[in-house]
T-cell receptor
């Protein structure tokens, strides 16, 4: 069956450390993989998109890697801050004539001061 | 300001009473989509639209209808709501040029629907 898995348990880290979130998928061949941030009661906010032929992408303190052989993406936040506390969602864009987007359930990140 | 708006933001209704949730974007985006979000299940795509008059089913289309008569609007229609459609609904849009990816999706603020 097809599925996307993110760490179901919350991730607790200390301010200043690097947070690493994982997204694994099976039986999909995504053209793109995206990461979003979602705060309670709000809509998701786009962070980064990485294409199937890209290995790594960076934006400020964020870094995403994409391994299509392992079917895994890692999302890193360096020098984490309490303001980074949120739920982070990974999403696959699947080509099916049009484009469908499949989201993971998200990982809750808590950054302690 | 570039944005996706949804109305209403909160709605409590009863089983079987038809309702429409409106979605509008002011970014001239071609691609629009509806999602529902339930605890533990994440966001699930209901319907999406690649352009005017072009719509297609997502993963959970049962019990929903959509239309795309204008580029900026993509209403979600529940002809006969049932309690299992109680959820948080998000509309999203993206540039989605022909042949390209869906690109960055911009999400609306959400509509919390309760069906009694």
């Amino acid at each position: 069956s097809q599925k996307i898995e993110q760490n179901s348990e919350a991730l607790n880290i200390q301010e200043g450390k690097t947070a690493t979130l994982t997204c694994n998928y099976t039986n999909y061949s995504p053209a793109y993989l995206q990461w979003y941030r979602q705060d309670p009661g709000r809509g998701p906010v786009f962070l980064l998109l990485i294409r199937e032929n890209e290995k790594e992408k960076r934006k400020e303190r964020l870094k995403v890697t994409f391994d299509t052989t392992l079917k895994q993406s890692l999302f890193h936040i360096t020098a984490s801050q309490p303001a980074d506390s949120a739920t982070y969602l990974c999403a696959l864009d699947i080509m099916t004539g049009g484009f469908k987007t499949i989201f993971g359930a998200g990982t809750r990140l808590f950054v302690k001061a | 300001e570039a944005q996706v708006t949804q109305n209403p933001r909160y709605l409590i209704t009863v089983t079987g009473k038809k309702l429409t949730v409106t979605c509008s974007q002011n970014m001239n985006h071609e691609y629009m989509s509806w999602y529902r979000q339930d605890p533990g299940l994440g966001l699930r795509q209901i319907y999406y639209s690649m352009n005017v008059e072009v719509t297609d089913k997502g993963d959970v289309p049962e019990g929903y209808k959509v239309s795309r008569k204008e580029k900026r609007n993509f209403p979600l229609i529940l002809e006969s709501p049932s309690p299992n459609q109680t959820s948080l609904y998000f509309c999203a849009s993206s540039l989605g040029a022909s042949g390209a990816s869906t690109d960055t999706q911009y999400f609306g603020p959400g509509t919390r629907l309760t069906v009694l």
